[in-house]
Nanobody, 122 residues
């Protein structure tokens, strides 16, 4: 059983930075998703087990960086130049299926953390 625990969320002004952590990543390809009130959960970023391959949503490309430290069993999401539209609950997830839908599909992820709130004020 995989237990994922996110931390690092909080309140930050627009233009600021936060770093999210996800403990418990194990030997899984990992992803970050986010869900704003009234909206569907959406893909943010993903990273392979080795860390050699990453992917990003267009909305965060160039501002967010996903990384991992396998010795610490932890995945990170460094978020810079934050915007009010980045406000959401952020979830990390472990990918357990490799369907044709690809890394952006929620259905490919089988283990989820409880989420951490990120609020960006204007």
């Amino acid at each position: 059983q995989v237990q994922l625990v996110e931390s690092g969320g909080g309140l930050v002004q627009a233009g600021g930075s936060l770093r999210l952590s996800c403990a418990g990543s194990g030997r899984y390809h990992m992803g970050w998703f986010r869900q704003a009130p009234g909206r569907e959960r959406e893909f943010v970023a993903a990273i392979s087990w080795s860390g050699g391959t990453t992917a990003y949503a267009d909305s965060v490309k160039g501002r967010f960086t996903i990384s991992r430290d396998n010795a610490k069993n932890t995945v990170y999401l460094q978020m810079n130049s934050l915007k009010p539209e980045d406000t959401a609950v952020y979830y990390c997830a472990a990918r357990v299926r490799f369907s044709s839908r690809g890394v952006t599909s929620r259905e490919d992820y089988g283990y989820w953390g409880q989420g951490t709130q990120v609020t960006v004020s204007s």
